[in-house]
């Protein structure tokens, strides 16, 4: 998995965990929310394993998806 995959899946994870939470709240089931928070969990932590440059391997910023890395300029793709 790439650094473009790892940001998707956070994404979709996060805001699809959300809605699965809202969800939960919503009909009153704790199953589904316990598995919202698992998803955003899941989306959060894996970043930490491939959330990072190809190049120097350092952490890129979560809130966008750089095109250049900050620290070694190199260009991202
Ligand atoms: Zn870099």
Known sequence: M???TSYWLMRILGIGGILVMLIGGITGRTVIGVLG???VLVGTLQMNFFYHCPHCKR???KRTL???C???KKPLD
């Open 70 to 72: 900050p620290y070694c």
């Open 59 to 61: 952490d890129l910023p």
């Open 66 to 68: 750089p095109k250049t």
């Open 2 to 4: 790439n650094y473009k």
């Open 37 to 39: 928070i698992i998803c």
